[in-house]
């Protein structure tokens, strides 16, 4: 079986993309899959890294490394794969599928979900409308109010006001609040990258100024004081929600570097919270995993409020942190399905998808 994996990627996720990936490489049965490792630069160049190993894709080094082949992946249902353009010759490569491991925008935002679907190859994770409404949080809030499960108040604010007259947009975000402190959050981001807490106007306001360098729509929402707990969804339209892991950074929340520097952050496997919480968090997943669409895997992560105990959900990762030490992969680690045997799912997951 040829399986294409891409990693990289054009998202400041980058990096955090390249550590899932080269774990991913390492754990992938090399007797049951031909594998085709492919890295997308910062940039968004393509290319094919026939002697890549597993560390130069976690390090980086694969940028550097001699003997790349630039490749296109062709919406040509014909070729149904990629065309390797070597010096004076091209060469068709026929996948039978494509794990696309990158992180946030072009990678888990229906756009590269797009692109297979037109070369109608099957792959890994969710589909295009799933994943550009998991990936626009506003989106994910306005599908997740029909379903019941509770979720952080919020407002909505757009970067086309804010130019504009950015005091009336502090005022009403924090007159729709009414407390705080509030949590700032760009719409299309993730690894907490242009996340902020914000303790009064001033700091609303600067968090937005940040945040809008980002992303053209920008949440502000209300602080919710809590566990931070994780769930990890598997399978197509019957998933199954993993057990409820728990993060505990050590910083004030959950940050960039809490998540990727700063080791002091600990997982608990299973969450610090009662077996009652444990079991509404994972009925809550699926509900938000079903509502949303979601194919192959998503991570859903929740708050449990530290006063009433209260499940609150607050965003879908579909295609979540895949390093060996990434909650998805540890939590359904715990309930026996090992990282190989999971790679093996997600790859049946994704042919069962396509063939209907
Ligand atoms: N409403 C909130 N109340 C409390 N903490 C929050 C809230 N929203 C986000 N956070 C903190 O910020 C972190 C990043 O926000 P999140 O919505 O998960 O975005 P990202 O996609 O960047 O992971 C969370 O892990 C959590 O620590
Ligand atoms: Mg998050």
Redesign the pocket.
């Known amino acids: 079986m040829k399986l294409a994996v891409l990693f990289g990627g054009i998202s400041s996720e980058h990096d955090i993309s390249c550590l899932s990936a080269a774990s991913i490489l390492r754990n992938l049965n090399k007797d049951k899959y031909e594998i085709y490792p492919v890295g997308i630069t910062r940039d968004g160049e393509w290319f094919y890294c026939p002697d890549c190993d597993p560390d130069r894709v976690e390090s980086g080094a694969w940028e550097r490394m001699t003997g790349k082949v630039k490749v296109v992946l062709a919406p040509d249902r014909g070729m149904h794969g990629m065309v390797l353009l070597r010096e004076g010759e091209i060469e068709i490569v026929r996948l039978d599928c494509v794990f696309p491991v990158l992180h946030g925008v072009g990678g888990e935002d229906g756009t590269m979900q797009g692109l297979l679907e037109l070369a109608g190859i099957p792959y890994v994770g969710c589909g295009v409308a799933a994943s550009a409404n998991t990936m626009d949080?506003a989106l994910t809030k306005k599908v997740v109010e029909g379903t019941g499960v509770r979720q952080?108040r919020y407002y909505l604010a757009l970067r086309y006001d804010f130019e504009r007259n950015a005091e009336a947009v502090v005022a009403a975000a924090a007159e729709t609040l009414g407390a705080f402190p509030v949590?700032v959050?760009p719409c299309s981001?993730?690894?907490?990258?242009g996340?902020a807490k914000a303790n009064n106007l001033l700091e609303l306001a600067e968090g937005l100024t940040e945040a809008f360098k980002l992303d053209t729509k920008v949440l502000v929402?209300?602080?919710?004081d809590g566990h931070?707990v994780e769930c990890a969804v598997l399978g197509n339209l019957e998933p199954q929600a993993s057990t409820v892991g728990e993060i505990a950074?050590t910083q004030e929340?959950?940050t960039f570097d809490a998540k990727y520097k700063d080791e002091s952050s600990r997982l608990y496997i299973p969450a610090h919270i009662t077996e009652e919480q444990i079991a509404t968090v994972r009925q809550d997943a699926v509900r938000v995993y079903t509502a949303l669409g979601c194919r192959g895997l998503s991570r859903v992560?929740f708050?449990v409020t530290h006063d009433s105990g209260e499940v609150v959900f607050?965003?879908l990762n579909a295609i979540p942190g895949f390093t060996s030490i990434s909650m998805y992969p540890k939590l359904f680690d715990y309930e026996g399905i090992g990282y190989a045997e999971l790679l093996d799912r997600l790859i049946s997951l994704a042919l069962e998808e396509h063939n209907g």
């Open positions: 949080k952080a949590f959050k981001q993730g690894s907490s990258v996340v929402e209300e602080f919710i931070e950074p929340f959950y992560d708050f607050n965003e």
